[in-house]
């Protein structure tokens, strides 16, 4: 079946360090990857999509890496701020609108 | 200023009894879905619809319904509300069908229903 997973459900980086995340799926029929950023008490945030036929996507301090081959994905966040804090989704989508989200990787931010 | 509204925030209900989320988008989305996220388990969505009256079911559709009887509008439906349906509940809505920022969905703020 498809599923969307993340290899850590928390993750603690200093002020300033770079923050990778990861995200592993399973099916290879989506169009898109996305990620999205969700603060307490707060809907996901749309931050970074990657088409699937393209291996990295830049944004604003952050990076999207797409390896097909391990069907693996991740965020890399630069100069990470206390602002940044937040649970962290990877998402599969699907033409028509489908998605799938992996369940979270929360990350805190040590000043 | 663009947003998905969903009312009401927070719902406290009793079994059996059918009860209606509401939410709504200004911004000519075509796609509109429902997800909702429990602890562990993450984000799970119930329904998704790209258009009015089309409409394709998510991961978890059992005990919901949902209508679109007009592109802004998609009521989330529970005719029989039970406790495993206590959850935090999301509305969001994408695609604009220009190419630009397809991908993008964009979600209300949340209703938190809690079935006795």
């Known amino acids: 079946g498809e599923s969307v997973g993340l290899h850590l459900p928390t993750l603690s980086v200093q002020e300033g360090d770079n923050s990778i995340i990861n995200c592993a799926y399973s099916?290879?029929?989506?169009?898109?990857f996305i990620w999205y950023k969700q603060e307490s008490g707060k809907g996901p945030q749309f931050i970074i999509d990657?088409?699937?036929?393209?291996d990295k996507r830049q944004g604003q301090r952050v990076t999207v890496l797409l390896n097909k081959t391990v069907k693996h994905l991740s965020l890399q966040i630069a100069a990470t701020q206390p602002g940044d804090s937040a649970v962290y989704f990877c998402?599969?989508?699907?033409?028509?609108?489908?998605?799938?989200f992996g369940q979270g990787t929360e990350l805190s931010v040590k000043p | 200023e663009a947003q998905v509204t969903q009312n009401p925030r927070y719902l406290i209900t009793v079994t059996g009894k059918k009860l209606t989320v509401t939410c709504s988008q200004n911004?000519?989305?075509?796609?509109m879905s429902w997800y909702r996220q429990d602890p562990g388990l993450g984000l799970r969505q119930i329904y998704y619809?790209?258009?009015?009256?089309?409409?394709d079911k998510g991961d978890v559709p059992e005990g919901y319904k949902v209508s679109r009887k007009e592109k802004r509008n998609f009521p989330l439906i529970l005719e029989s509300p039970s406790p495993n349906q206590t959850s935090l509940y999301f509305c969001?809505?994408?695609?604009?069908?220009?190419?630009?920022?397809?991908?993008?969905?964009?979600f209300g703020q949340g209703t938190r229903l809690t079935v006795v």
């Open positions: 911004m000519n989305h075509e796609y």
């Open positions: 099916n290879s029929a989506s169009d898109y």
């Open positions: 998402a599969d989508h699907f033409q028509g609108g489908k998605l799938i």
């Open positions: 990657i088409r699937s036929n393209m």
């Open positions: 969001a809505s994408s695609f604009t069908g220009t190419g630009k920022d397809d991908t993008e969905a964009f």
């Open positions: 619809l790209m258009n009015v009256e089309v409409t």
